[in-house]
């Protein structure tokens, strides 16, 4: 690997190395699963695991929606007519990103929600608890386990990251980061038939993974925190602007659609579209985007924004993993897989549709969306905006440079302070 595809990976596409074993004096009676055959496939599977990276791509988050925004068929339709996003509970399937691509996916890419639920599963048999192998969501994971490809990769790494980095804090546990990401890797390859066995209702080994550490970590983490503060700071502005009450849509519009272009000065394209909606989303549009954000949840509007700005990461993931100098380190095509039905449902109006070099080569994805999710009275400003900034990064852009990260912190902080002096209506 060449030294500046290391500097772009930096530490998650997969797991770090681990050893699997059967805690001292746990039953280990099993039907048809011996301690042994767990043993045997731990070893395989350190063997096989990916490097352990953090997707740092500092240089291509400059990620736009394309002119071509015309298309007018409801992707939102598609979506519901197999998943049905609206009745989680009954769900027996995760959402896949890109849909219906699972069963021929080179690699997964895991959310958080699923890689905690198997860490708890894991937990419990720790314990020596039964697990309940009944409902929806144990469904959906067996599912899962089911329809995965036999050799796929796995992307474990930044749904387990996502507890431990957070937007002021550079307190990273590393140990427990490891874990939760070796835990998910294991379940969901070479155990999985111990998987099934507990979802089953047969008796736990008591089985142990141990993590082993790898150098540069919290470097690494520290760097992904900074690149998606980019993000976060799209998103927090969208709110302090959706919060001036007196202020019309296409004022409200205008506003951010100045921010994004002559202070932030980058093409936040998910981030800015979610911002769109929610200043100026027609009919359940403007609703799909507080549900995102969370605004309506009691608590800390800042930090429920963090969490969405996770959720937007992990959907550019699998066209940005397309990129040219990622194509030798992570299997191809990458699934994203996710149980949070809202973050499916406010992205129905957009999707990855180019991925192209610039004319000072940087290399980016461009996101097609629909402008008719919008209030009529905004959609030529916000159209005119996309083509600027089309423009702009076909012939300038830079993606995310240091001076773009130093303005993204600042105007972070400023948003952070405004809301908290603000309660969100």
Known sequence: MSTSTERRLGILAGCSAHKVKTATGSSSQMDSITRRKLQDQAASFRQRSLPSHIIEICSFY???????????????????????????????????????????CGSVLLDWNISAFIEGIHKRQLR???????????ARLRNLANAMPKDCGLITGLSAAESEIRPD???????????????????LSNGKSYLHALL????????????????????????LRQWMTVSYAALLQAVVIDQ?????????????????????????????????????????????????LKLDSPGDAAAQIWGATWDLMYTRMPALLRQSQFLSEVKQPVTFVTDDSGLVDVLSSIQSVVSIKNMRGVEFTGDETQLDALDDSVEVLVGEYML??????????????????KRARHQARLAKEQLRDTPIT
Request: hydrophobic residues 30%; neutral net charge; proline residues 5%.
């Open 388 to 405: 600027r900034e089309s423009q702009r990064v076909l012939t300038k852009s830079q993606g995310i440079t240091n001076s773009v990260m």
């Open 128 to 138: 020596g608890d039964a697990i309940d192998g009944s409902g929806p969501q144990i």
């Open 62 to 104: 400059d990620m736009l929606a394309v002119p071509t925004f015309s298309s007018r068929e409801p992707h939102s339709v598609l979506m519901r007519s197999r998943y049905g996003t609206g009745y989680k509970e009954m769900r027996e399937t995760y959402f896949e990103m890109p849909m219906s691509t699972l069963a021929t």
């Open 200 to 223: 089953d209702g047969h008796p736990t080994s008591g089985l142990v993974i141990e993590p082993t550490q790898t150098d540069g970590q919290s470097q690494s983490f520290e760097i």
């Open 169 to 187: 804090s550079r307190a990273v546990d590393t140990t427990r980061y490891n874990t939760r990401a070796d835990i998910a890797s294991f379940y």
């Open 244 to 292: 001036q009450p007196n202020n019309t849509m296409e004022e409200k519009i205008n506003d951010y659609r100045f921010w994004l272009e002559h202070i932030l000065g980058i093409a936040a394209s998910r981030e800015a579209w979610v911002g769109f909606l929610l200043l100026a989303g027609k009919g359940p549009n403007r609703q799909k985007a507080r549900r995102l």
